[in-house]
């Protein structure tokens, strides 16, 4: 039985998308590519690759009311025997967000950049007080005037997406430059982006290259997963299949569903990575199960031609990409042979899957 090749998804620049705002919303999933020998879509790189900023770290769930709630605020966290503890910190870490505001308020009054960072992020969050990206802005400043590479990076970002002021990129990309000399990963990563995009600074693929590995070097799995791309198409970097499937595991293995499916396609095809077809697998339907639907697509591929096949799951999560957008009319095709047996128990783990009877 002729075996199905996965082919690699469009390069990086369909998969990465540059979006200046922080909240903004989700990019939509890149073209698929078809089946051996004739894939849908070319591998060839767009003349000008893009890429999408790493999101604001969300904050934790709230533990303690709002302040405008009726119940009781939670006291400040007891006085630790060593100065050094952060009560600030400890205290936001814990959903103690009226707490923090309060304690932070006091150490900045006293020049303390950590705690104006700390005022600034509850400004922007509107935890334990009213949002208030003004306010927010003006505290990152003046805790980035003071040399911390965390409010550095979160000024730019507010500068980017246009939040308490004007959209400045021009000033964004300077705070990120400094974040990004003082090793903020994050800095790094969306600064590469904006050499990579060449609007607001000269397109420079090498030094994109050279800032997304350092933040790669330091855990970062959007900037491992892209950088990944830039070895396999040889974006200011010579190509690299090998060192494209060591960063892919390293992001797929931090959790990056892209990277997982990227990832899988190489193992199967043993491009850069001895093959290993029962790991893509396994992969593949990890990557299905968190709803991407370019993993449903590829697992559904796999189950339909490979060794030993099952048309009925294959059918199930083509049926699932399908009502994401992810049509196949050559899986469409081939499972049409599935006998209505088959047929119902595949439509049956359907509704399953979406929680319906």
């Known amino acids: 039985m002729k075996r199905t090749i996965l082919w690699p998804m469009l390069g990086l620049a369909t998969v990465l998308l540059l979006r200046a705002e922080v909240a903004a919303q989700s990019p939509q999933p890149a073209p698929a590519p078809g089946p051996a020998p004739a894939p849908e879509i070319s591998s060839k790189p767009a003349a000008k690759p893009k890429a999408r900023?790493?999101?604001?770290?969300?904050?934790?769930?709230?533990?303690?009311?709002?302040a405008s709630a009726p119940a009781a605020a939670a006291?400040?966290?007891?006085?630790?025997d060593d100065p050094n503890v952060d009560l600030v910190y400890g205290a936001y870490q814990r959903g103690f967000y009226?707490?923090?505001?309060?304690?932070?308020?006091?150490?900045?009054?006293?020049?303390?950049?950590?705690a104006m960072t700390m005022l600034g992020e509850l400004n922007a969050n509107g935890m334990g007080i009213r949002r208030d990206d003004a306010k927010a802005a003006e505290w990152y400043k003046r805790a980035a005037d003071s040399g911390d590479r965390e409010a550095m990076f979160e000024l730019a970002m507010l500068r980017l997406a246009g939040r308490g002021g004007p959209v400045n990129r021009e000033e964004a990309a300077k705070w990120l430059a400094s974040s990004a000399k003082l090793g903020n990963p994050k800095a790094a990563y969306n600064l590469a982006l904006l050499y990579l995009d060449g609007q607001t600074l000269p397109q420079d693929l090498k030094r994109s290259a050279e800032l997304l590995r350092m933040a790669a070097d330091a855990g970062s799995a959007e900037a491992q997963y892209a950088l990944a791309t830039f070895y396999k198409e040889g974006t200011g970097v010579p190509k690299d299949a090998e060192q494209a499937a060591r960063l892919l595991q390293a992001a797929a293995l931090a959790g990056n569903v892209d990277a997982e499916v990227e990832y899988a396609i190489a193992l199967y095809n043993g491009t850069g990575t001895p093959k290993n077809e029962a790991a893509a697998v396994a992969l593949l339907r990890k990557a299905a199960r968190q709803n991407n639907p370019i993993a449903q697509n590829r697992l559904a591929r796999v189950l339909t031609n490979g060794t030993p096949a099952d048309r009925i799951e294959a059918l199930k999560w083509h049926t699932i990409a399908k009502t994401a957008g992810k049509g196949d009319p050559e899986l469409d095709e081939a499972?049409?042979?599935?006998?209505?047996?088959?047929?119902?128990?595949?439509?049956?783990?359907?509704?399953?899957?979406?929680g319906s009877k």
């Open 335 to 354: 499972l049409a042979k599935l006998g209505p047996e088959d047929r119902a128990k595949a439509e049956g783990a359907v509704r399953k899957w979406f």
């Open 98 to 114: 009226k707490t923090a505001f309060d304690l932070a308020t006091r150490r900045a009054e006293n020049g303390d950049p950590k």
């Open 53 to 66: 900023p790493i999101a604001r770290k969300p904050a934790p769930p709230p533990i303690q009311p709002a």
């Open 75 to 80: 006291p400040p966290p007891a006085q630790p």
